[in-house]
């Protein structure tokens, strides 16, 4: 017993019925039954107690605390009437008297579930991390952790070794990792190093006569995940002995990890000692590793002669070897999941044959695949992707597919189709062009994989992944050469993961491929795109924004995106010149360096005044058809200061299903309605009426803020918020707030 309580919560049995007890914990649930009785689950570090409100005095308590709440309860044990034998404590329940809150938690709704913490979403489970580990099931790993490395702790202690805790501040030394650099204060330009692992530190020890060591050593890697290799902070038993043999090693390594892994193990059985002894030559050549899994008793047969001829360039005059697996009756599903998971452990591809009853080989990959696609649905040609033109047409597997897909690489159309019996090619993956909404870095420059410390990418869409191209690389492609079909371009949306090129830059975690952000608002790119595939809807669309405090008389190129042959820009009425789209530029002149680097391909299909200098005011472009006949015009206006929140929904009338969704364009402007498009100011949202507050989100890519909590800080002034019908119909009435402008209201209808 400690002094705040008489007992845990997992230690109540039928034994202490009748007995006064003090209890202390989280408040985790209560089933009410009426105004007087209830049913309370109070939970600390050892497990849960039932506890039964009967007096509306003790309910009117209960009624003002919310979930996760520290309370202490004091309260006579009695016996349940209706037992659980699933809980240690599930015969008894605590009738309280007297209950008080320690610590209130101040939120009606928990951003997760407790016991459903590890099916939240993982950024919201790092911010609050305190409720994450109240989990039973994290609970538990961590006390796994301190059990296990106290039993081998005493196990190394049993076998004479002596435990030395080595620096963790060190001088860095030419291992295979990276190291963690921390500056030294008293030593300006200079720096520690964290340790990769103590490996000098235990020869030095070994060197000073300590006969037996170890140590459970933090180790620092500077690395991104490999196979077999930990990133960032991690653990690991180091030990060393003086004037041993391999063998010595092995029979320390065998009386210590067996019992701990059969102690602790998730397996129905640990490997005993002696462990199995494989000569590494062996090993390779039945399992393929140096690190088999014996409980797996697939080994490698050699399949080169049956391989050979099979029409897969990759194997002809190399050793080929399979696992063959009899009797095998898993589906395509299936063998397709296997494959995949083998990709995952291996980071290499995995490919699979079929003998046939004769014991031959059926068919080449290719020509495998395309068989089945073809037996499936007879009426459609079959292609695939290939990322690689050459190698795939070298060695004939573009050859025998319908047609030809090619991700990336337009430049090597021309030299491969000259290869192909098809006499087509398919752009199966194109572009990756990178933008943020909103964002323009300057100078304007075509780029591959350019960083910025804001983890953005320019918007002037002139930048890139080093494995791919501008969007005019492809146009030209497609409009130019009678054999090329396709675009389908990488992406339409930013999508979480893959923050090309912010690949391991914290905070980063949405893509930047998209033509429409993560909050689903368009890119200027989307205009771009809609000016070459659109010719029916007319597109007239300026960049940049046109409010830029600091950067007066500056250089600062205007595009125009748009499906008319030419414009006029004017800069507070002054002329900078009239631009027109130029269909003279061809494929083979204008790949070069140079013509690259002056955006040849680009003037084909954008209009550009890349000299144009910065001066607040109004940006006017005045559009022009073929005839000369000026047909469109579109302004941008420098934004003074932020006025006022304005609202636009994609509609106004919705279902009453309580499924329905509307979303809503908020933007901070100023008094004349021009958008601010620096403001970055965090928007609060209420919902009242017949539907309910679901989401937002702002297209920032290295933003963290939570999707489902009702606030989101604008990106480039913008941000999407979405509003879910109930199934009553009605008025949902959605606010928006800010500090420092004027707030919004939007009705909209769901009938």
């Not at 490996?199 to 170890?214: E, N, P, V």
């Not at 194109?430 to 591959?448: H, I, M």
């Not at 609060?684 to 800080?713: D, I, T």
């Amino acid at each position: 017993m400690i002094q705040s309580r008489t007992h845990n919560c997992n230690e109540l049995r039928i034994g202490n019925v009748g007995e006064r007890v003090t209890l202390v914990g989280w408040f985790e649930n209560m089933r009410k039954v009426s105004k007087n009785l209830g049913f309370v689950i109070l939970r600390d570090f050892y497990g849960t107690t039932q506890l039964v409100v009967e007096t509306e005095e003790m309910m009117n308590v209960m009624d003002g605390i919310n979930k996760e709440s520290t309370i202490s309860v004091e309260g006579v044990v009695r016996e349940r009437s209706s037992k659980n034998a699933n809980l240690p404590t599930g015969e008894i329940e605590v009738v309280p008297d007297k209950i008080e809150i320690l610590g209130k938690c101040i939120y009606n709704a928990l951003p997760f579930e407790i016991n459903q913490s590890k099916d939240a979403d993982e950024n919201a489970r790092l911010k609050y991390r305190y409720l994450d580990l109240r989990n039973p099931n994290m609970k538990k790993n961590i006390v796994m952790r301190s059990q296990i490395v106290a039993e081998l702790r005493q196990r190394m202690y049993a076998l004479n070794f002596m435990e030395i805790t080595t620096p963790i501040l060190t001088c860095s030394s030419p291992e295979g990792a990276r190291d963690y650099l921390v500056p030294a204060r008293n030593h300006p330009g200079k720096f520690y190093a964290l340790p990769q692992a103590p490996q000098q530190f235990k020869q030095i020890l070994m060197a000073s006569g300590f006969d037996r060591y170890f140590q459970i050593a933090p180790c620092f890697r500077d690395e991104d995940a490999r196979a077999d290799r930990s990133p960032g902070e991690f653990y690991q038993l180091d030990m060393e002995m003086a004037f041993a043999s391999q063998e010595d090693v092995f029979s320390i390594v065998e009386q210590v990890l067996p019992p701990v892994f059969e102690k602790y193990g998730i397996y129905k059985e640990a490997s005993k000692a002696p462990f199995v002894r494989i000569p590494y030559l062996e090993a390779m050549d039945k399992y393929g590793s140096d690190k088999p899994d014996l409980r797996i008793d697939l080994v490698l047969t050699d399949a080169t002669e049956v391989m050979q001829g099979c029409g897969f360039a990759a194997f002809e005059g190399q050793t080929v070897k399979a696992i063959v697996v009899d009797d095998f009756t898993a589906t395509r599903k299936q063998i397709d999941a296997i494959c995949a998971e083998v990709e995952v452990q291996t980071a290499r591809k995995g490919f699979w044959f079929r003998v046939d009853e004769n014991g031959e080989f059926v068919g080449g990959i290719s020509k495998f695949l395309q068989d089945i696609c073809h037996r499936e649905d007879p009426t459609r040609p079959v292609t695939q992707g290939m990322d690689a033109p050459d190698a795939v047409v070298n060695n004939n597997m573009a050859a025998v597919m319908d047609v030809a897909g090619f991700n990336y690489r337009p430049f090597r159309y021309q030299v491969n189709y000259k290869k192909l019996p098809q006499q087509i090619i398919l752009g199966s993956e194109t572009a990756s062009t990178v933008s943020s909404r909103g964002v323009y870095k300057f100078p304007v420059e075509r780029k591959a994989m350019a960083v910025y410390e804001d983890h953005q990418s320019s918007s002037y869409d002139v930048e890139h992944c080093n494995w791919s191209n501008l969007p005019e690389d492809d146009f030209i492609q497609h409009e130019d050469l009678p054999y090329c079909i396709g675009e389908f371009v990488w992406t339409g949306f930013d999508y979480l993961g893959e923050p090309t090129p912010y690949y391991t830059n914290w905070p980063s975690h949405s893509s930047l491929f998209g033509i429409i952000d993560l909050a689903g608002i368009p890119k200027d790119r989307y205009y771009l795109y809609r000016s070459h595939w659109n010719k029916s809807a007319k597109t007239l669309h300026i960049l940049p924004h046109w409010t830029w405090p600091g950067r007066e008389g500056e250089v600062t190129p205007v595009f125009v995106y748009t499906n008319y042959p030419s414009a006029e820009l004017f800069i507070n009425g002054k002329s900078q010149g009239k631009r027109t789209k130029d269909l003279s530029i061809g494929i083979d002149s204008s790949y070069t360096e140079a013509a690259q680097k002056s955006f040849e391909r680009q003037k084909r299909y954008r209009l550009m005044w890349m000299d144009t200098k910065y001066e607040p005011g109004t940006l006017k472009v005045v559009a022009y058809d073929k005839e000369g006949n000026a047909v469109a015009e579109e302004e941008v206006h420098t934004a003074g200061k932020p006025h006022h929140i304005e609202l636009s929904a994609d509609r106004n009338q919705l279902t009453a299903d309580g499924k329905d969704l509307s979303f809503i364009n908020v933007r901070v402007v100023d008094k004349n309605g021009n958008l601010c498009p620096d403001d970055t100011r965090q928007i609060q949202f209420k919902v009242r009426g017949a539907g309910a507050y679901r989401a937002a989100a702002n297209g920032n890519s290295a933003s963290l803020e939570l999707f489902h909590l009702p606030e989101m800080k604008l990106f480039s002034g913008q941000l999407t918020a979405i509003v879910r019908t109930a199934e009553e119909p009605g008025t949902i009435y959605f606010e928006a707030s800010a500090p420092g402008v004027k707030g919004a209201t939007l009705e909209l209808i769901s009938k």
